[in-house]
């Protein structure tokens, strides 16, 4: 199965540490989003990234986040100094091409709980 | 206002029935529509794309009415194994942003 691959599935951190999550898009996919959701809540778009360029960050927050996709290997979301208000299922999504009716693909997301 | 916005339910029906979600945007320039579908703590999966003419996969039937901004969402013969979250997407611009609801909640039961 060639799908979206995130790691971990959960990750446990306590308030102040860095959470590292990473994405593998679909094999020839070289288009791929982050969204964050919260408990209770619909998937809120966070940022769209290409082969090392970011395209989109316009819902990440300000501070502490931050994304890559590098020329090699998987894409990166990284949390600094993580708070509780950061607990949340990350979904990483791919699309083979950037057009709005092509389809995005999920991974099955990584569950941050903080401590 | 919610860019997008559903009846977060839950519905419950009976195996069997007829069930329509429906769904309102709030962006006029709004490209491209799709319902996904999500199990209980696990990822969205597209379901269906969303074409201004509708378009049908089988039990399931999809209608965007551009005018009204309203996207519905038609099951029939409901199965046990429908019993899910149906999340309302929307793309806001030419490129891949979708902006999701909150969800319809289905429930089928024996």
């Known amino acids: 199965n060639a799908g979206v691959m995130q790691n971990p599935r959960h990750l446990v951190r306590r308030r102040g540490q860095e959470a590292r999550l990473r994405c593998s898009p679909v094999?020839?996919?070289?288009?791929v989003y982050w969204y964050r959701q919260l408990p209770e809540e619909g998937l809120k778009f966070m940022v769209y990234?290409?082969?090392?360029?970011?395209?989109?960050e316009s819902g990440m927050p300000k501070e502490r986040f931050s994304a890559e996709f590098p020329k090699e290997g998987p894409s990166i979301l990284r949390i600094q100094q993580v708070v509780r208000g950061d607990s949340a299922a990350y979904f990483c999504?791919?699309?083979?091409?950037?057009?709005?009716?092509?389809?995005?693909?999920f991974g099955d997301g990584t569950r941050l709980s903080i401590l | 206002r919610k860019e997008v916005e559903q009846d977060p339910g839950p519905f419950n029906v009976p195996e069997g029935a007829t069930v329509a979600f429906n769904c309102t945007y709030s962006?006029?320039?709004?490209?491209?529509f799709f319902w996904y579908r999500q199990d209980c703590r696990k990822e969205p999966k597209l379901l269906m794309s969303?074409?201004?003419s509708g378009n049908e996969d089988g039990r399931f039937t999809a209608q965007l009415n551009r005018a009204s901004q309203y996207i519905s969402l038609l099951i029939r013969d409901s199965k046990l194994s429908d019993s899910a979250t149906y999340l309302c997407?929307?793309?806001?611009?030419?490129?891949?942003?979708?902006?999701f609801g909150t969800g319809t909640r289905l429930l089928v039961s024996p």
């Open positions: 990234l290409q082969k090392e360029n970011i395209i989109d």
């Open positions: 962006n006029s320039a709004s490209q491209s």
């Open positions: 997407v929307v793309n806001d611009s030419g490129f891949q942003k979708l902006v």
């Open positions: 969303v074409y201004s």
């Open positions: 094999k020839g996919h070289s288009h």
């Open positions: 999504a791919s699309s083979r091409g950037q057009r709005g009716e092509e389809p995005q693909h």
